[in-house]
T-cell receptor, first 112, second 112 residues
Framework: EPEVTQTPSHQVTQMGQEVILRCVPI?????FYWYRQILGQKVEFLVS????????KSEIFDDQFSVERPDGSNFTLKIRSTKLEDSAMYFC??????????FGSGTRLTVV | DQQVKQNSPSLSVQEGRISILNCDYT??????FLWYKKYPAEGPTFLIS?????DKNEDGRFTVFLNKSAKHLSLHIVPSQPGDSAVYFC???????????FGTGTQLKVEL
């Protein structure tokens, strides 16, 4: 069964450093998303991406965040200057059209 | 912003019995509802969904019921199995391709 692949599974970074979280969505999917889950809290929407541009973003997704789909297969989330409160599980998801979303297994980001 | 609510943080059920997980929503624009199962340090795994044009959808041991007038949906698992023990998230979207809004989750424990 097709799956969404995320790398790395765990990333530790120092406060103020830049991180790039990588995702390979399912190949024929059209919609791409990033969500995050802070420990003990609910899964929160960050950003959606369709037709090579951001279609929606949440308040969390400020100027420190950016997304790219550089080569038609990878979908990346960059955090320019990480803060302690960015520590969370980050999930990539993709979707064909109508129907279910498929989530990756997540990247645990720890900012120290 | 509690557009999707799961008021029971935990539920304990005996093996073989029915598990009923509940979810309420406030946004009348939501037209697609999903249930996800999540284990610690893993991504949400899609279980079952329902469109707002239906009031019931079944898939094996899982049935989702939607009551649009009450803005309420429920997930029934019967019979419950120990492997069903996980956190269950209700999620909703408004329009195809749009972001998911998640509830806070219900921890289901199925006991022998």
């Amino acid at each position: 069964e097709p799956e969404v692949t995320q790398t790395p599974s765990h990333q530790v970074t120092q406060m103020g450093q830049e991180v790039i979280l990588r995702c390979v969505p399912i190949s024929n999917h059209l919609y791409f998303y990033w969500y995050r889950q802070i420990l003990g809290q609910k899964v929160e929407f960050l950003v959606s991406f369709y037709n090579n541009e951001i279609s929606e973003k949440s308040e969390i997704f400020d100027d420190q965040f950016s997304v790219e789909r550089p080569d038609g297969s990878n979908f990346t989330l960059k955090i320019r200057s990480t803060k302690l409160e960015d520590s969370a599980m980050y999930f990539c998801a993709s979707k064909a059209g109508h129907g279910g979303y498929t989530f990756g297994s997540g990247t645990r980001l720890t900012v120290v | 912003d509690q557009q999707v609510k799961q008021n029971s943080p935990s539920l304990s059920v005996q093996e073989g019995r029915i598990s009923i997980l509940n979810c309420d929503y406030t946004n009348s624009m939501f037209d697609y509802f999903l249930w996800y199962k999540k284990y610690p340090a893993e991504g949400p795994t899609f279980l079952i969904s329902i469109s707002s044009i239906k009031d019931k959808n079944e898939d094996g041991r899982f049935t989702v019921f939607l009551n649009k007038s009450a803005k309420h949906l429920s997930l029934h698992i019967v019979p419950s199995q120990p492997g069903d023990s996980a956190v269950y998230f209700c999620a909703a979207s408004a329009g195809g391709g749009n972001k998911l809004t998640f509830g806070t989750g219900t921890q289901l424990k199925v006991e022998l």
